[in-house]
């Protein structure tokens, strides 16, 4: 299972299930630069999944203990609701200006995943001489 990537269990913050690349023995120029690439994307999206969710149960705290000082203990579907649509309203600038970032992020990997079959498969002809 060396020859693999692994993936671990959800990060308690961000949600997000963590990916060991695996590094081939004799990996070339356009695999280490998707490897890499897949790394840096991987990255950035747990730190803004991290820091939106830790956003979220501090406003959510806040929001409950909010409703129990007006003397509600707990809330109910309806007032968390409200919460859930205001935090959403509040950040639909973020997820969009995120969902533009990851869509260019993919496409990105995407190219360099072409360039690293295009030149296996280069590397393939020439083994077999065609």
């Known amino acids: 299972m060396n020859n693999v990537d692994s993936v671990g269990p ?5 949600n997000l299930r963590p990916i060991k690349y695996h590094k081939p023995k004799h ?6 630069k998707l490897r ?3 790394i840096e994307v991987a990255k950035w999206n ?3 999944w991290s820091s939106h969710n830790l956003r979220f149960v501090k406003e959510r705290d806040a929001y409950k203990k909010c409703l129990a000082d007006k003397g509600i ?3 109910n579907a309806d007032q968390m609701s409200e919460f859930y649509k205001d935090f959403l309203d509040r950040n ?3 997820h969009l200006t995120y969902n533009f970032e990851w869509y260019k992020k993919n496409i990105s990997i995407v190219r360099l995943m072409m360039n690293t079959n ?3 498969a280069i ?8």
């Open 27 to 32: 990996e070339s120029l356009v695999e280490r």
């Open 10 to 14: 959800p990060d308690p913050v961000s």
């Open 46 to 48: 747990h730190e803004f």
């Open 92 to 94: 639909w600038k973020t």
């Open 123 to 130: 590397q393939w002809t020439k083994k077999f001489k065609f």
């Open 73 to 75: 203990p707990t809330a």
């Open 36 to 38: 890499l690439k897949r």
């Open 118 to 120: 295009i030149y296996k």
